[in-house]
């Protein structure tokens, strides 16, 4: 069933759409649809995280998602208001006074383009992406993980390492080999997207770290693959 959403330019707008947003990542399903892009470029700014949770979370998420489609480094634009009615209205009785030979001249193809208008290009541009590229985005990676001598639970360490959990990371087959004295390493397979998961940020920031590294002594990339 279609949902209605209205003034998301007002706080009663969005009101309403934090509200509906509760216990939720997107608007339909878990994945971001056209129903997320139409609602963003209705919504003129980033709603307040104090005001709106959900829809500020929701915001972010889909900010993050389409600025992947737009590599360039953004410097911020700002559209300027245009004349109120009182100030605008001599200059429209001048221009009906003119006469019709200087047309022409007062005629303006290029109006200022308002933040609505920007949000909507920025969709469409997003929306004419190839999907080939995200096809195309992922890698398998056999990693190393040594536990810290022969006494580590190794079933622990497992554990440890198959707790961690974010977007574009799955983890896959495994197995113990020796390293020697005793001591056993395991090899672990992951599937990853390339544009979400970076193996050396997973090293360095969760495997590597407290509370994994209470199991962990290191890890070593094996083999990393294109898919």
């Not at 559209?79 to 003119?98: D, F, H, M």
């Not at 810290?148 to 639970?153: K, P």
């Not at 959990?165 to 896959?172: C, F, I, R, T, V």
Request: proline share 5%; with cysteine.
């Amino acid at each position: 069933m279609a949902v209605t959403f209205s003034d998301l330019h007002a706080e009663s707008g969005l009101q309403s759409l934090d509200g509906f947003l509760s216990g939720k990542t997107y608007i339909s399903g878990d994945q971001l649809t056209k129903d997320d892009i139409k609602v963003f470029a209705a919504v003129l700014k980033k709603p307040s995280g104090d005001l709106f949770p959900n829809a500020c979370k929701w915001y972010d998420c889909v900010s993050s998602q389409l600025a992947a489609s737009f590599p360039g480094k953004s410097v911020g634009v700002r559209i300027a208001s245009q004349a109120t009615p009182l100030e605008a209205a001599p200059a429209k009785e001048a221009k009906e006074e003119a006469p019709a030979g200087d047309d022409d001249d007062d005629l303006d193809l290029f109006g200022d383009e308002t933040e609505e208008e920007k949000k909507a290009a920025e969709v469409r541009e997003a929306a004419k992406a190839p999907s080939k590229k995200k096809e195309s985005g992922k890698s398998s990676v056999l990693l190393d993980v040594k536990p810290w001598d022969d006494e580590t639970d190794m079933k622990k360490l497992e554990e440890a390492v198959r707790s961690i959990e974010m977007p574009g990371l799955l983890w896959g087959a495994s197995k113990l080999a020796p390293v020697g004295y005793g001591i056993k390493k395991l090899q672990i397979m992951m599937t990853i997207v390339d544009d979400l998961v970076s193996v050396d940020d997973l090293i360095e920031e969760r495997l590597t770290v407290e509370p994994a590294n209470e199991y962990i002594q290191s890890c070593d990339i094996v083999a990393f693959n294109k898919i």
